[in-house]
């Protein structure tokens, strides 16, 4: 099993920075993809941004120029650094892995709340 945890969340306001960790434990292999998803209230589940072992990133469109995940191999943590944040991207952030034989897993979510 993989187990992730994510950190960094909380309340900023239009405009503001935060940065998201999340550190996977367990059983990891090495081939894998880590990102960060959103959900608000309503909504569904939507991505933010990927990035594989390899250092490829993809960004939703929402997102691109303002957020930056970047990842530390060797600590097997993930990091969502968000700047020029804005209400909309008020939402629960979570923390997602996939391997090689594409098994899934997700974090607990950590609040981001950005208020005008």
């Known amino acids: 099993q993989v187990q992730l945890v994510e950190s960094g969340g909380g309340l900023v306001q239009a405009g503001g920075s935060l940065r998201l960790s999340c550190a996977a434990s367990?059983?990891?292999?090495?081939?894998?993809?880590m990102g960060w998803y959103r959900q608000s209230p309503g909504k569904q589940r939507e991505l933010v941004a990927t990035?594989?072992?390899?250092?490829?990133?993809n960004y939703a469109d929402s997102v691109k120029g303002r957020f930056t995940i970047s990842r530390d191999n060797a600590k097997n943590t993930v990091f969502l650094q968000m700047i020029s944040l804005k209400p909309e991207d008020t939402a629960v952030y979570y923390c997602?892995?996939?391997?090689?034989?594409?098994?899934?897993?997700w974090g607990q979510g950590t609040q981001v709340t950005v208020s005008s």
């Open positions: 997602h892995r996939r391997d090689e034989l594409g098994r899934g897993s």
């Open positions: 990035i594989t072992n390899g250092g490829s990133t």
């Open positions: 367990g059983n990891l292999f090495r081939i894998n993809t």
